[in-house]
């Protein structure tokens, strides 16, 4: 069967009579296929050092910081979790000194008052014992001992229910979090898994529970959030604590509301999966 490039020789083209059709396209598709994955970026890469004055005892020190910018979002999970390339951010919001062991989330580090600071010295400095690490980045280990640090400070200087309630929200993201970067490197075995959703879910019920108070107490904005935020986090830890009533409520609140339209985009799939877990639990 003669080509479609037969009758070729006669035109004095007789080396092209054989020619593939789709040989230039075969061979991009193949390089394309081939290419290697741009490298990601490294943890260490994405941080740097900044210097802060501790407001407990004046010490100066260095902690580790997200750059701006440059880590690229990627996602959001249900309760508001973000989620980036390369790196956990979430590792990195605590300000912790190394000195006396004062710690907070970096929005409420500051801003002490004269009887905050006397607790913190009474019932913190003169008895705590840092551990010290030596990793180029913030582990998850040591990220978790530092929201710990944080949320017992916020108990000794009678932080408000929303700071609190935060920390706990972190902490729970942190958790999940170092389940992923287990299961990923293959080291999560079924009963750390249980082991850190338990602890997970113990966090995210003290945070749904600080959230419902402080809503009730504080004004707003209440950690950076504003009413229509503050009402889908409630909706949607409401809905991981099997609290469906009230996830139910403040879902309704919000698509009658003037919140944004990704906000009640957010709210109209938490209903979904509100009546899919009603379902399936006859809650």
């Known amino acids: 069967m003669a080509g479609i490039f037969s009758g070729l020789k006669q035109m004095g083209l007789g080396d092209l009579e054989n020619s593939d059709l789709y040989a230039e396209e075969k061979a991009a598709e193949k390089e394309k296929v081939s ?35 440059k880590a ?8 508001l979790r973000p989620r980036h390339e390369g790196i956990d951010t979430i590792k990195y919001d605590v300000l912790m000194c190394p000195d006396c062991g004062y710690a907070a989330l970096s929005r409420y ?6 009887s905050q600071v006397r607790s913190i010295q009474e019932k913190i400095s003169g008895k705590v014992k840092l551990k010290k690490y ?54 999560l075995s079924p009963q750390k898994r249980e082991t850190l959703k338990t602890q997970e879910m113990e966090y995210l019920q003290n945070a749904y529970k600080g959230f419902v108070e402080a809503v009730q ?35 309704a609140r919000l698509l009658v509301s003037t919140a944004s339209t990704r906000i009640k985009d957010k709210a109209r799939e938490l209903k979904e999966m509100i009546l899919v877990k009603r379902k399936e639990t006859g809650k």
């Not at 994955?37 to 910081?65: A, G, N, Q, W």
Request: with cysteine.
């Open 35 to 69: 290419a290697p994955k741009p490298m990601l970026p490294e943890e260490k890469e994405l941080i740097y050092d900044k210097s802060f004055t501790c407001p407990v005892c004046d010490h100066k020190f260095t902690s580790r910081i997200v750059k701006s910018g």
């Open 109 to 114: 580090f500051d801003g002490m008052t004269a």
């Open 217 to 251: 107490t504080e004004s707003y904005p209440i950690c950076g959030m504003d009413e229509h935020t503050m009402d889908y986090l409630t909706a949607a830890l409401a809905y991981e604590v099997d609290e469906l009533d009230t996830a139910s409520r403040c879902v």
């Open 134 to 187: 030596t990793e180029d980045h913030y582990t998850y280990e040591e990220a978790i001992g530092r929201y710990k640090m944080a949320l017992v400070c916020a108990v000794v200087k009678r932080a408000k229910n929303s700071e609190k309630a935060y920390i706990c929200l972190k902490s729970a993201w942190l958790l999940r979090g170092y389940g992923e970067d287990l299961e990923k490197r293959g080291q």
């Open 72 to 79: 690229r979002s990627l996602a959001m999970d249900l309760d």
